[in-house]
C-alpha cells in the first residue's frame, strides 16, 4: 500500500487520479479472494467496465499517435 501511494509521485495528476479511483477494482477482487465474497455477474461488470476505462484513458496518447 506504501508503495502503491509513494508511485504517485512519480506520474502526473491525470494519471494518479485515475489510478486512485481503481482502489474499488482491487477491492472487490480482494474481497472476492480472502474474504470468500461472492463475485456476481453484477460485480464482475462493473470491474471489467472499470478496468476498460483505465485503460482508455492510460492509454489514449498511444492510440491517439497510432490514429494519426
Not at 470468500?36 to 462493473?46: D, M, Q, V
Request: aromatic share 8%.
Amino acid at each position: 500500500m506504501a508503495l502503491w501511494v509513494a508511485g504517485f509521485k512519480y506520474t502526473s495528476a491525470s494519471v494518479a487520479a485515475v489510478l486512485n479511483q481503481t482502489s474499488m477494482i482491487f477491492a472487490i477482487i480482494l474481497a472476492a479472494i480472502f474474504l470468500h465474497e461472492k463475485l456476481t455477474a453484477r460485480k464482475l461488470g462493473a470491474v471489467c467496465i472499470a478496468a476498460g476505462g483505465v485503460l482508455m484513458i492510460t492509454l489514449e496518447p498511444k492510440i491517439s499517435m497510432w490514429l494519426r
